[in-house]
């Protein structure tokens, strides 16, 4: 806070105006804010943020009719990285790849990670599957390219499964959960695979 004195013609007119600066303090807040909603590693949305987007898409979405999806990602054999390497690599591995899933999502998708090697994207103006398919296997082309990272080359897979409004679920938590049994049974058909999710939604 700082005064200042405004100096009138005559000396009974002169005040005393005080003001506070508090751009560094709104400063301050929007860091504590935006803290609070990305990961630390990625910078990546975290949980709490992407949740908050899926609630606005979902309301989006039942207003209008239209449609969006869910995709889940986990990638193959990330721990024996981290059991061989690391965790410092396997960091750089993460923040590698969470570039990358940026690099290969749409401008309108908000990609998140939720924690450990898990992944998820919420994907936007999906008109019918091939929409969410194609985004998935780039995402999944991109992530099986090698990974230089001090000097090591590392080769990974990531498995994806999707769930898509309001054909696999009327509500975040059904689609939610719907993405990851997808995710799942793309890791059991053999891992580096995409896998559309087959459960409908409830009526």
Do not use: C, W
């Not at 860091?31 to 975290?46: E, F, K, V, Y």
């Not at 606005?56 to 239209?66: H, K, Q, Y």
């Not at 995402?139 to 054909?167: M, Q």
């Amino acid at each position: 806070m700082r005064d200042v004195l405004i100096n009138a013609d005559r000396l009974e007119d002169m005040m005393l105006v005080s003001f506070t600066d508090i751009t560094e303090r709104k400063q301050a807040e929007q860091r504590l804010r935006h803290m609070a909603q990305h990961d630390a590693l990625t910078d990546l949305p975290n949980r709490v943020l992407f949740d908050e987007h899926v609630s606005v898409a979902l309301a989006t979405a039942r207003r209008e009719g239209s449609r969006f999806g869910l995709m889940f990602i986990d990638l193959d054999h990330f721990k024996k990285v981290n059991d061989t390497m690391g965790h410092r690599i396997g960091d750089l591995l993460l923040l590698e790849v969470s570039q990358r899933l940026r690099q290969a999502v749409r401008e309108s998708d908000i990609p998140a990670r939720l924690g450990g090697d898990e992944f998820v994207v919420l994907l936007q103006h999906v008109h019918h599957a091939g929409d969410a398919l194609r985004v998935a296997e780039k995402i999944r082309t991109r992530l099986g390219e090698p990974f230089s990272i001090e000097n090591n080359i590392f080769s990974i897979s990531a498995s994806l499964g999707i769930a898509i409004y309001p054909d696999h679920g009327k509500d975040s938590i059904s689609l939610a959960r719907n993405a990851d049994t997808a995710m799942y049974h793309a890791k059991q058909s053999g891992r580096n695979a995409i896998t559309l999710s087959e459960s409908g939604a409830a009526a």
